[in-house]
């Protein structure tokens, strides 16, 4: 008999389900909800909510709109985003995630103590162009520095003060050799400050997910193509795993992987449903 288990720790965090949970209540109430990018990085979500009326928009799309009502997902958006929905009189539902809330007026705070005319350099290690990056870097008028890994951070100009910050759901491993790297090569003249920003509720998936994975000998992970914490997740299920396999939706299972298991588990990224982790489970025991 195949055990087939879903890790309890997967699934939407915090941030996650009140932006879908403000979505929902929205919706309900009838009316046209505009949602400025991807609720959540998960196709099959989206799709859910675009059935209950929840219409994506982009930027541009953005910038057009008068009049309306819109929803901000848990990514956080720059401070322009609000001063446009000011000027087009726009409706805001603001489901920005508070840590990342707190740690953009953190950022702005560093930034506005600077001016315009210091040496110090705002770095964020964090993915170029994600949706909350984007915001982070807004509240410092574009001028922080996005580095994505130890090789990038390679680059920056040790000569000058650096304060770092990282994105709230990168790896602690990689933030910790961002951080060990610019302590160790930069001169003695310059300061040097970091601030560990990363959501807890994140990075502590890192160890879960790797007992969960390390007990089974066949792995899904359920996660969107877009999420970037998917991958992250992945990797580490890959680390303790090699036979782990990652799909967005029951019609990528492999069924020729199935009879050869004993145990297989279900795992999935912060921006990953519950319904969709126990459809695969479904799937899976209708397979065996």
């Not at 009140?18 to 989206?46: F, M, P, W």
């Not at 508070?98 to 600077?114: A, D, H, S």
């Not at 877009?226 to 967005?248: A, R, Y």
Request: proline letters at 3%; a negative charge; one cysteine or more.
């Amino acid at each position: 008999m195949t055990k087939v288990e879903i890790d309890e720790g997967s699934g939407f965090c915090f941030g996650v389900v009140t932006a879908i949970n403000k979505a929902e209540e929205v919706l309900a109430q009838g009316g046209t909800l505009y949602c400025l990018g991807d609720i959540v990085h998960n196709s099959r979500e989206v799709e859910r909510l675009k059935e209950m009326g929840l219409i994506t928009i982009n930027h541009e799309q953005f910038n057009a709109l008068r009049d309306a009502k819109v929803l901000l997902r848990a990514h956080g958006e720059p401070p322009e985003t609000y001063e446009t929905a000011r000027r087009n009189n726009i409706e805001i539902i603001d489901a920005t995630c508070p840590v990342v809330l707190r740690l953009q007026k953190r950022i702005k705070q560093e930034y506005q103590e600077e001016g315009d005319g210091g040496e110090k350099q705002i770095v964020i290690y964090g993915k170029n162009g994600h949706a909350e990056v984007l915001g982070l870097v807004g509240q410092t008028e574009g001028k922080a520095i996005v580095v994505e890994s130890l090789e990038e951070a390679r680059h920056l100009d040790l000569n000058k003060d650096i304060r770092l910050y990282s994105q709230t759901t990168k790896s602690l491993d990689g933030f910790r050799e961002v951080i060990d790297y610019i302590q160790q090569h930069k001169p003695a003249h310059t300061t040097f400050q970091s601030f560990d920003t990363i959501c807890r509720q994140v990075a502590n998936r890192i160890p879960n997910i790797r007992k969960f994975a390390a007990g089974h000998d066949l792995i899904f992970f359920v996660s969107g193509k877009k999420s970037s914490n998917g991958k992250m997740l992945f990797t580490e299920c890959l680390k303790v795993n090699p036979n782990s396999h990652l799909i967005d939706s029951p019609d990528e299972i492999d069924t020729t992987l199935l009879h050869r298991a004993t145990s297989i588990g279900i795992c999935g990224a912060t921006s990953t449903p519950k319904w969709l982790m126990e459809a695969v489970s479904q799937a899976i025991r209708q397979a065996l």
